[in-house]
């Protein structure tokens, strides 16, 4: 399982160059630990560590690469992760490696950036899995490019394609493992998929900042647009019948989004400070053509995963004491709604409504840091989620409930 | 500029007199003419430029020449570079007070009041370059070093190349050398702190280009794994994978198969980790099945006041580990009004479940109810019959009675107290939990099957009694209740050989079937 990963940090490692090279490291830590409640429940302690290492490698005035490692632990779920079963018990532990050439182009502000990366993510969600052989364990290897136009440091416009898969090596339908029943008779629909989550991804993004005024800034704008389009080769479409149809699922995914953001000088305890306060909002919208069949009502959803979401919230971060280790404080709440354009609400029983699902999450973070020593911080940060919908069958999925979580611990910078 | 001077003045050498005079009289005219001129040559955004002994503040643009006492201001994000005319330069950083104090063949002076600002200075041996600040003198002959000014005077100055001496107010000097740096307050000098080390230095501009390339990578990261994410969270909203009373994750499906126009058959996958269990329905319909089979299937559990238009003549459902099988077999299905029939009340339904609102309602005592009955029914366990009945266009189910078939029931259920745990029946509501054992065998038990089930919810967590307090037992609002929740049954029989079979099924599944009455 971890052959791929290791494989890829012998490649990293060997791709370092001798010392002729220009080589800045970029170090980044954090340990913490703290707590998840779920309507009324309490999960145990849990601990979350994060390690970010990279290298910048400068290896002419126009080729500079850019290896990287990023790892992370997660003994403590997050607020914004769904809850289904396993809702207090959850251990994730992911792994990235990856690689990025920057080449600046001649006599131009422009930069072309190859990438390439491996990524595995392992999940423990219940007592019999195992660090490896998670349900839900997935793999993704990327490779894509990026041009860059830095037109006025540090603002910039960026263009990039990427390419994606992402397998989940443990998961394949059981339906298509079913075989025969005693009597002789096959258990599983014709054409049932083996892969049903496995796909492959193709992105294209625009996104940009810009200052505002150009020349005498005192706002900062930013803007992304990306269009994924997710080919699930071995998910067939589900007909009204309950059957499958021999066509496969295709998902396209478009984002937009969008900040504003303003830093303002001011005196924080008798000495120099800043707050930057922020808007950000955000719009995506997914076309399927895949529909669901519930059988246990034994009715058809046609068009169920196709969706619009729209999020919005403002931001503030407070900071003061030395520029290069400041202390701060920070406060943020983030409104989403996602829209179903075909899937139908139901009771708290199960019966189906005629009016279409919708789902509202309401965020509201805090957070502070402390500056213990240079490039260390110590930092607490808590999360309120309220969750509220009108689709009020909540047997499998939560909907509308509360969660919290608060998280104490260090980071380093280097 | 006089390097490049110089650099002609050595190749004229070498083509004659009236060359070589040439240029010493051309070089001797630079020098009186360019001897301390100071220009801008670079400005970026918001420049404000104050001409000496004059009070408005104008936009500076590229070239313009500074005189002693002219000021230079930058705003956020602006900035502007000065040369001198020994190619010594200062870049001026955003938010910085910058003044002119002296440029002359000797000495090079400016004073920065506010903001920070950069030097890279020419060596000379002649030409003094000397930056004032409100509590700090810094004196240099060719070198590289940066200035920093705080509002209140603050100053710190870094030396990245060279030799610096640095004066504080009182005449207090220090001498700094390369990758060194001083802090300046009203009160004095500070302590020399060695600067050779990147991070005492601060973030330098390729940390701050591989921060940056680093940021842009973990955003793309985030938003290729939420493309993942999203995989992951689809199957979890279809309740397709829960934990179960062991607290071992059950990955679920449930679907319907048409193996024929007038056939449906349901089909429920359980998988953990090492074993795979199933459950079936394969039911046979008096006539061919509409496209929405919910139409059908909604009249499964029977029909108020007319007989029903779908029923099934037969069905056949199992529940098998793949090696291992329970299976009932029934075939002669037909509608009986089981409230008018023959046999009188002790059959009547007097609540029925209605598909369309998943809720139980009541029937009033004599009022039809159409369900179907079948003339044949066997239950094996690997082959082996433990009940069955046979009869012929039956009309009620009580043994014994007219119209009623014919029963061959190898096992029968065993009751306390002529049986004790765990092989009796027997339940644990009065320990508070849902714990319900059904046990049956022959007479001398070498025969037997055994129900184990749990109410449970999607955490494996066993229902209480207290769950359903406010609901009471065995009504209307506890069946109602019951829906809620997962049933998980664990069959064991003689035939088994010790293994068992092991389901995690919603009780809609039954309910709707028509299995649970």
Known sequence: MLKPLFLCVVLLAASLPASAVEWTPVLNGSVSGGQYFFAGQRGNLGGNAALTAAGLVKLSDRWSLLPMYNGSYRGTKGVDDGVAAGTLFQQQMDHTVSMTGIRKLEESTWRVKPSAGYKREFLKETRNESWGHGLFDYEKISAGVEFENIYKEPFSLRAGLDVFRVRFPSYESLESRSGTDPLGNPLGRELASKHVLDTYNWQASVSGTRPWPFEDPKYVLSGSYSFLYKDFLDQRIVQTSGQFEDVARKDFLQSLGGSIMRPIPMRVFDGDGRLDLSMAMSFSYNRSNQNTFDATFARFLGDSYSYWTFGAGPAAVLSWGDKKAPAWTSASFRWNRQSYLGRLVQDEVGVYGSAKQKHDRYTFSLGYGYPLAPKLTLTFRTNILWAASNHKYQKNYAYAYRAMNYLIGVAYEY | ?517
């Open chain 2, 1 to 517: 500029m006089r390097p490049e001077f110089r650099r002609a003045e050595t190749r004229n050498s070498r083509t004659g007199r009236r060359a070589v005079f040439a240029a010493v009289l051309l070089a001797a005219v630079l020098l009186v003419t360019s001897a301390g001129a100071v220009s801008i040559t670079s400005a970026d955004g918001k420049v404000l430029f104050l001409k000496s002994g004059s009070y408005t503040w104008a936009q500076v643009s590229t070239g313009q020449v500074l005189a002693p006492g002219d000021q230079l201001k930058t705003a956020g994000g602006a900035r502007a570079t000065v040369t001198f005319d020994d190619a010594s330069r200062v870049d001026l950083n955003p938010g910085s007070s910058f003044t002119l104090k002296e440029s002359s063949p000797q000495a090079s002076g400016m004073e920065l009041k506010l903001g920070s600002l950069k030097a890279w200075i020419s060596k000379s041996l002649n030409r003094r370059f000397q930056v004032r600040t409100p509590t700090a003198v810094c004196s240099v002959r060719g070198t590289e070093f940066g200035v920093d000014v705080e509002p209140g005077g603050d100053t710190r100055v870094q030396m990245f190349g060279g030799l610096l001496a640095v004066a504080d107010k009182a005449g207090n000097e220090v001498l700094i050398k390369d990758r060194e740096s001083v802090n300046v307050t009203s009160e004095g000098l500070g302590r020399v702190t060695d600067a050779g080390t990147r991070e005492e230095r601060g973030d330098s501009e390729a940390r701050q280009v591989a921060k940056r390339e680093v940021d842009l990578r973990m955003s793309k990261e985030e938003v290729q794994a939420a493309a993942a994410e999203e995989s992951k969270l689809s199957e979890f909203q279809e309740g397709k994978a829960i934990i179960d009373v062991n607290g071992n994750r059950v990955r679920i499906e449930e679907y319907i198969v048409r193996p024929a126009a007038n056939q449906f058959k349901l089909v429920v996958l359980n998988e953990r980790e090492a074993r795979f269990d199933y459950f079936f329905y394969h039911g046979t319909f008096n006539q061919a099945l509409p496209t929405d089979m919910s139409v059908a299937l909604r009249q499964l559990p029977g029909c108020l006041d007319a007989a029903c238009s779908y029923f099934m003549t037969g069905y056949r459902t199992g529940r098998s580990n793949t090696q291992d099988s329970m299976l009932e077999v029934t075939s002669g299905g037909h509608q009986v009004d089981i409230n008018n029939n023959a046999y009188g009340a002790p059959d009547d339904v007097t609540a029925a479940y209605d598909p369309a609102t998943a809720s139980f309602i009541p029937v009033a005592a004599g009022r039809p109810f159409f369900t179907t009955l079948y003339d044949n029914y066997n239950l094996t366990f690997n082959g082996v019959s433990h009940q069955s009945w046979a009869g012929v266009n039956i009309q009620n189910m009580k043994n014994g009675q007219a119209l009623a078939p014919v029963f061959t029931n190898v096992t029968t259920v065993q009751n306390s107290p002529g049986c004790a745990p765990p092989d009796c029946t027997y339940n644990e509501i009065s320990e508070g939990i849902f714990h319900d054992v059904v046990y049956a065998s022959n007479g001398d038990g070498s025969i037997w099957e055994k129900y184990d089930s749990y109410v449970i919810n999607d955490l494996g967590k066993v229902a209480k009694t207290s769950d359903f307090a406010a609901t009471g037992f065995g009504g209307l609002s506890f069946k109602q209740t019951l829906l809620g929740w997962n049933f998980q049954t664990i069959v064991t029989a003689s035939e088994f050989g010790g293994r068992k079979i092991d389901l995690v099924v919603e009780p809609k599944i039954f309910i709707q079937s028509g299995l649970i009455p």
